[in-house]
């Protein structure tokens, strides 16, 4: 089982829709949590961190289920701009500093 | 600022050749990370540094080495060339390794390198 999964997708949704992400881990040592988007071609971005008591940046929503060690992205009223890959990314400290990126989920979001 | 750059952009290398790739960043940030992103593999840290004059393995450190003789700079070396290190590479920067928003980690253009 890989340490940090993702759906790969792609997920195509119209323009206003809702969707929504999961990202599963493996280590229960993970400390911290983010989403980063990355466009065609381009460097990853940090879209946002995921704290345990969840946060919202406008349309994007993370939270994190340390239980089942999850975390998820919810992106309402979709955008064009928002096609992209989105790549959740693990932390751990399991004596020496180890960062574990998924493999990401392609959104398209149509007309 | 800047931000992190990387030179080159763009690499060919025949099989047995070797190159150097070089990240700089000016953001005055401790912690320095190479990686490689392949299809359907995500981003694997192949070596990193937690400061100037030191650097560690990460997941896949066979067949590069790197060097951190200056805090803004990362250099990552490939001393013979194989058709398996045809990546994308991707340097970043971040302030600490564990310690909240603070180990945000801050991403160069990347460098496409192929290999005959």
């Known amino acids: 089982r890989k340490e940090v999964e993702q759906d790969p997708g792609p997920f195509n949704v119209p323009e206003g829709a809702t969707v929504a992400f999961n990202c599963t881990y493996s280590?229960?040592?993970?400390?911290?949590f983010f989403w980063y988007r990355q466009d065609c071609r381009k460097e990853p971005k940090l879209l946002m961190s995921?704290?345990?008591s969840g946060n919202e940046d406008g349309r994007f929503t993370a939270q994190l289920n340390r239980a089942s060690q999850y975390i998820s992205l919810l992106i309402r009223d979709s955008k064009l701009s928002d096609s992209a890959t989105y790549l959740c990314?693990?932390?751990?400290?399991?004596?020496?500093?180890?960062?574990?990126f998924g493999a990401g989920t392609r959104l398209f979001v149509k007309a | 600022n800047a931000g992190v750059t990387q030179t080159p952009k763009f690499r060919v290398l025949k099989t047995g050749q070797s190159m150097t790739l070089l990240c700089a960043q000016d953001m005055n940030h401790e912690y320095m990370y190479w990686y490689r992103q392949d299809p359907g593999m995500g981003l694997r840290l192949i070596h990193y540094?937690?400061?100037?004059?030191?650097?560690a393995k990460g997941e896949v450190p066979d067949g590069y080495n790197v060097s951190r003789l200056k805090k803004q700079n990362f250099l990552l070396g490939l001393e013979s060339a194989a058709p398996s290190q045809t990546s994308v590479y991707f340097c970043?920067?971040?302030?600490?390794?564990?310690?909240?928003?603070?180990?945000?980690?801050?991403f160069g253009p990347g460098t496409r390198l192929t290999v005959l």
């Open positions: 280590n229960s040592a993970s400390q911290s």
């Open positions: 970043a920067s971040s302030y600490s390794i564990l310690a909240g928003d603070m180990d945000t980690q801050y």
């Open positions: 990314a693990v932390n751990l400290n399991t004596g020496g500093f180890k960062t574990i």
């Open positions: 995921v704290y345990s």
């Open positions: 540094s937690v400061g100037e004059g030191t650097t």
